[in-house]
T-cell receptor, first 112, second 114 residues
Framework: DAKTTQPPSMDCAEGRAANLPCNHS???????VYWYRQIHSQGPQYIIH???NNETNEMASLIITEDRKSSTLILPHATLRDTAVYYC?????????????FGQGTTLQVKP | KAGVTQTPRYLIKTRGQQVTLSCSPI?????VSWYQQTPGQGLQFLFE???????NKGNFPGRFSGRQFSNSRSEMNVSTLELGDSALYLC?????????????FGPGTRLTVT
Protein backbone atom coordinates (compact mmCIF):
# COMPACT_ATOMS: atom_id res chain seq x y z
CA ASP A 1 0.00 0.00 0.00
CA ALA A 2 1.20 3.51 -0.83
CA LYS A 3 2.72 5.62 1.90
CA THR A 4 0.98 8.86 2.91
CA THR A 5 2.31 12.14 4.30
CA GLN A 6 0.20 14.53 6.36
CA PRO A 7 1.07 17.69 8.30
CA PRO A 8 1.23 16.88 12.04
CA SER A 9 -1.15 19.64 13.07
CA MET A 10 -3.50 22.32 11.79
CA ASP A 11 -5.78 24.96 13.27
CA CYS A 12 -9.12 26.10 11.94
CA ALA A 13 -11.59 28.73 13.09
CA GLU A 14 -15.03 27.50 14.04
CA GLY A 15 -17.49 27.91 11.16
CA ARG A 16 -14.77 28.07 8.54
CA ALA A 17 -13.79 25.31 6.14
CA ALA A 18 -11.05 22.97 7.28
CA ASN A 19 -8.85 21.71 4.45
CA LEU A 20 -6.67 18.76 5.39
CA PRO A 21 -4.05 17.75 2.82
CA CYS A 22 -2.56 14.33 2.21
CA ASN A 23 0.29 13.43 -0.08
CA HIS A 24 0.36 9.95 -1.63
CA SER A 25 2.74 10.38 -4.54
CA UNK A 26 3.38 6.63 -4.95
CA UNK A 27 -0.28 5.68 -5.22
CA UNK A 28 -1.09 3.12 -7.90
CA UNK A 29 -4.10 2.86 -10.15
CA UNK A 30 -6.14 0.45 -8.07
CA UNK A 31 -5.54 2.10 -4.71
CA UNK A 32 -8.23 4.04 -2.90
CA VAL A 33 -7.82 6.99 -0.54
CA TYR A 34 -9.63 6.57 2.77
CA TRP A 35 -10.08 9.10 5.55
CA TYR A 36 -10.76 8.31 9.19
CA ARG A 37 -10.75 10.51 12.24
CA GLN A 38 -10.35 9.84 15.93
CA ILE A 39 -11.85 12.12 18.49
CA HIS A 40 -10.05 12.00 21.80
CA SER A 41 -10.57 8.74 23.71
CA GLN A 42 -12.94 7.32 21.11
CA GLY A 43 -12.48 4.72 18.38
CA PRO A 44 -11.64 5.94 14.87
CA GLN A 45 -14.55 6.93 12.68
CA TYR A 46 -14.79 6.35 8.94
CA ILE A 47 -15.34 9.60 7.03
CA ILE A 48 -15.10 9.10 3.30
CA HIS A 49 -13.14 7.39 0.54
CA UNK A 50 -12.48 7.81 -3.17
CA UNK A 51 -10.58 6.46 -6.15
CA UNK A 52 -10.21 9.32 -8.62
CA ASN A 53 -13.42 11.31 -8.67
CA ASN A 54 -14.26 13.86 -6.03
CA GLU A 55 -16.62 12.55 -3.41
CA THR A 56 -19.02 14.20 -0.98
CA ASN A 57 -21.12 12.88 1.85
CA GLU A 58 -22.87 14.35 4.86
CA MET A 59 -19.63 14.66 6.77
CA ALA A 60 -17.08 15.92 4.27
CA SER A 61 -15.81 16.28 0.73
CA LEU A 62 -12.79 14.55 -0.73
CA ILE A 63 -10.89 16.22 -3.54
CA ILE A 64 -8.34 14.05 -5.36
CA THR A 65 -5.94 15.69 -7.82
CA GLU A 66 -6.01 14.57 -11.41
CA ASP A 67 -2.67 12.76 -11.09
CA ARG A 68 -3.97 11.20 -7.83
CA LYS A 69 -0.75 12.04 -6.03
CA SER A 70 -2.48 14.10 -3.38
CA SER A 71 -5.89 14.70 -1.89
CA THR A 72 -7.68 17.13 0.40
CA LEU A 73 -10.37 16.38 2.92
CA ILE A 74 -12.71 19.32 3.35
CA LEU A 75 -14.93 19.89 6.37
CA PRO A 76 -17.11 22.72 5.02
CA HIS A 77 -18.13 24.33 8.31
CA ALA A 78 -15.88 23.11 11.08
CA THR A 79 -17.28 22.92 14.60
CA LEU A 80 -15.53 22.38 17.94
CA ARG A 81 -16.65 18.75 17.75
CA ASP A 82 -14.50 18.28 14.64
CA THR A 83 -11.37 18.62 16.77
CA ALA A 84 -9.68 15.26 16.23
CA VAL A 85 -6.79 13.40 14.64
CA TYR A 86 -7.45 12.83 10.93
CA TYR A 87 -5.87 9.90 9.15
CA CYS A 88 -5.39 9.50 5.41
CA UNK A 89 -4.90 5.87 4.36
CA UNK A 90 -4.28 4.38 0.93
CA UNK A 91 -5.53 0.85 0.31
CA UNK A 92 -5.58 -1.50 -2.66
CA UNK A 93 -9.13 -1.92 -3.89
CA UNK A 94 -8.56 -5.62 -4.46
CA UNK A 95 -7.07 -6.13 -1.03
CA UNK A 96 -8.70 -9.06 0.69
CA UNK A 97 -8.06 -7.80 4.18
CA UNK A 98 -9.46 -5.46 6.77
CA UNK A 99 -6.00 -4.34 7.80
CA UNK A 100 -5.60 -0.58 8.07
CA UNK A 101 -2.17 0.97 8.47
CA PHE A 102 -2.49 4.21 10.41
CA GLY A 103 0.21 6.87 10.24
CA GLN A 104 0.53 9.73 12.70
CA GLY A 105 -2.29 11.70 11.07
CA THR A 106 -3.08 15.40 11.35
CA THR A 107 -4.31 16.82 14.63
CA LEU A 108 -6.96 19.38 13.74
CA GLN A 109 -7.74 21.93 16.42
CA VAL A 110 -10.93 23.89 15.78
CA LYS A 111 -10.87 27.14 17.72
CA PRO A 112 -13.80 29.32 18.73
CA LYS B 1 -28.63 -0.38 14.18
CA ALA B 2 -26.40 -0.95 17.21
CA GLY B 3 -22.71 -0.12 16.82
CA VAL B 4 -19.68 -2.17 17.70
CA THR B 5 -19.58 -2.98 21.38
CA GLN B 6 -16.56 -3.91 23.43
CA THR B 7 -16.37 -5.31 26.93
CA PRO B 8 -15.07 -4.53 29.38
CA ARG B 9 -14.41 -0.83 28.83
CA TYR B 10 -11.71 -0.62 31.49
CA LEU B 11 -9.49 -3.27 32.97
CA ILE B 12 -6.61 -3.35 35.41
CA LYS B 13 -4.36 -6.41 35.49
CA THR B 14 -1.06 -7.38 37.05
CA ARG B 15 2.07 -8.42 35.19
CA GLY B 16 2.05 -12.11 34.36
CA GLN B 17 -1.72 -12.42 34.29
CA GLN B 18 -3.77 -13.02 31.18
CA VAL B 19 -6.74 -11.11 29.87
CA THR B 20 -9.60 -11.71 27.46
CA LEU B 21 -11.35 -8.87 25.67
CA SER B 22 -14.62 -9.19 23.82
CA CYS B 23 -16.03 -7.52 20.72
CA SER B 24 -19.51 -7.73 19.24
CA PRO B 25 -19.61 -6.44 15.65
CA ILE B 26 -22.42 -4.64 13.92
CA UNK B 27 -25.15 -7.09 12.95
CA UNK B 28 -24.37 -8.60 9.55
CA UNK B 29 -20.70 -7.71 9.61
CA UNK B 30 -18.46 -10.73 9.16
CA UNK B 31 -15.01 -9.16 9.39
CA VAL B 32 -13.59 -8.18 12.77
CA SER B 33 -10.21 -6.53 13.21
CA TRP B 34 -8.29 -5.68 16.36
CA TYR B 35 -5.90 -2.78 16.94
CA GLN B 36 -3.66 -1.67 19.77
CA GLN B 37 -3.18 2.03 20.44
CA THR B 38 -0.39 3.42 22.61
CA PRO B 39 1.00 6.96 22.85
CA GLY B 40 4.37 5.83 21.56
CA GLN B 41 3.40 3.50 18.70
CA GLY B 42 0.04 4.91 17.67
CA LEU B 43 -2.59 2.64 16.15
CA GLN B 44 -1.23 -0.77 15.23
CA PHE B 45 -3.04 -3.65 13.56
CA LEU B 46 -3.17 -6.86 15.59
CA PHE B 47 -5.22 -9.30 13.52
CA GLU B 48 -8.36 -9.75 11.47
CA UNK B 49 -10.94 -12.51 11.51
CA UNK B 50 -13.44 -13.37 8.83
CA UNK B 51 -15.86 -16.28 9.04
CA UNK B 52 -14.07 -17.67 12.10
CA UNK B 53 -10.69 -17.71 10.32
CA UNK B 54 -7.75 -15.43 10.92
CA UNK B 55 -7.27 -13.63 7.62
CA ASN B 56 -4.38 -11.35 8.50
CA LYS B 57 -1.98 -10.85 11.36
CA GLY B 58 0.13 -7.93 12.49
CA ASN B 59 3.61 -7.97 13.93
CA PHE B 60 2.85 -8.90 17.53
CA PRO B 61 4.24 -11.74 19.67
CA GLY B 62 2.40 -15.00 20.08
CA ARG B 63 1.12 -13.87 23.49
CA PHE B 64 -1.54 -12.02 21.52
CA SER B 65 -4.19 -14.30 20.09
CA GLY B 66 -7.78 -14.11 19.02
CA ARG B 67 -10.72 -16.03 17.75
CA GLN B 68 -14.07 -15.46 16.14
CA PHE B 69 -17.29 -17.32 16.80
CA SER B 70 -19.98 -18.39 14.36
CA ASN B 71 -22.07 -15.33 15.25
CA SER B 72 -19.08 -13.11 14.28
CA ARG B 73 -18.38 -12.08 17.86
CA SER B 74 -14.67 -12.01 18.54
CA GLU B 75 -12.35 -12.26 21.50
CA MET B 76 -8.72 -11.45 21.88
CA ASN B 77 -6.47 -12.85 24.55
CA VAL B 78 -3.17 -11.59 25.89
CA SER B 79 -1.20 -14.01 28.03
CA THR B 80 1.65 -13.28 30.43
CA LEU B 81 0.91 -9.58 30.51
CA GLU B 82 3.75 -7.08 30.41
CA LEU B 83 3.74 -3.43 31.44
CA GLY B 84 4.08 -2.48 27.77
CA ASP B 85 0.75 -4.11 26.99
CA SER B 86 -1.01 -1.21 28.67
CA ALA B 87 -2.98 0.31 25.83
CA LEU B 88 -6.33 1.03 24.30
CA TYR B 89 -7.51 -2.05 22.42
CA LEU B 90 -9.89 -1.30 19.60
CA CYS B 91 -12.11 -3.62 17.65
CA UNK B 92 -13.55 -2.80 14.24
CA UNK B 93 -16.10 -4.57 12.09
CA UNK B 94 -16.76 -4.44 8.39
CA UNK B 95 -19.48 -5.57 6.04
CA UNK B 96 -17.37 -6.01 2.93
CA UNK B 97 -16.51 -9.54 1.93
CA UNK B 98 -13.31 -8.60 0.12
CA UNK B 99 -11.43 -5.70 1.62
CA UNK B 100 -12.80 -4.47 4.92
CA UNK B 101 -11.59 -0.94 4.47
CA UNK B 102 -14.77 0.84 5.55
CA UNK B 103 -14.54 -0.20 9.13
CA UNK B 104 -16.61 0.73 12.14
CA PHE B 105 -14.78 0.94 15.42
CA GLY B 106 -15.94 0.27 18.93
CA PRO B 107 -15.13 2.53 21.89
CA GLY B 108 -12.20 0.35 22.93
CA THR B 109 -11.05 -1.39 26.07
CA ARG B 110 -8.54 0.52 28.17
CA LEU B 111 -6.12 -2.03 29.66
CA THR B 112 -3.74 -1.02 32.41
CA VAL B 113 -1.04 -3.47 33.47
CA THR B 114 0.59 -2.81 36.84
Amino acid sequence: DAKTTQPPSMDCAEGRAANLPCNHSTISGNEYVYWYRQIHSQGPQYIIHGLKNNETNEMASLIITEDRKSSTLILPHATLRDTAVYYCIVIKGSSNTGKLIFGQGTTLQVKP
Amino acid sequence: KAGVTQTPRYLIKTRGQQVTLSCSPISGHRSVSWYQQTPGQGLQFLFEYFSETQRNKGNFPGRFSGRQFSNSRSEMNVSTLELGDSALYLCASSLLVTGGHEQYFGPGTRLTVT
